[in-house]
């Protein structure tokens, strides 16, 4: 054996040594990966629970735009629109009938209260 092959060895040793420290600590790593992957997954299906839950929740409330909320609110608003429409000509014709007058007056009233409901269900949602 050569004077080199001996440094060679204690590189190698060394080198050995340094692998075995690196292992010992990426298992380390590897185990609290583990551990809080665990937690990750038990806490995932602790939200799935909770989520069919307020689903339910809300289902029985009603308050879900899948029930067709929304859809149902627009109609209402676009009805009442198109007979404050209908109306405005009559007032004009008949400017003394007062109780028509009011009327029509507050359905658009109305008709403005539940656009801007309306309005804000669609921000919500979006």
């Known amino acids: 054996m050569t004077y080199s092959g001996l440094f ?3 590189k190698k040793d060394k080198q050995i040594a340094k692998l ?5 600590n990426l298992k380390e790593i590897d185990k609290q990966h583990q551990k809080l992957n665990g937690e990750l997954q038990l806490e995932i299906q ?3 629970k909770e989520n069919e839950i307020l689903y339910e929740g809300n289902d029985v409330l009603g308050i879900y ?3 067709g ?4 609110l627009k109609k209402i608003v676009k009805s009442m629109i198109k007979d404050i429409e209908v109306a405005t000509p009559l007032i004009r014709r008949n ?7 009011t009327s029509i ?4 009233k109305y008709a403005k209260r539940l656009n801007d409901i309306y309005q804000e269900m669609v921000k919500k949602i979006n």
């Open 65 to 67: 735009v899948g029930g």
């Open 20 to 24: 075995k420290k690196e292992n010992k």
């Open 69 to 72: 909320v929304k859809d149902k």
């Open 95 to 101: 400017p003394k009938g007062i109780l028509f007058k």
């Open 105 to 108: 007056q507050s359905l658009a």
């Open 8 to 10: 060679d060895e204690e």
């Open 46 to 48: 602790k939200l799935k």
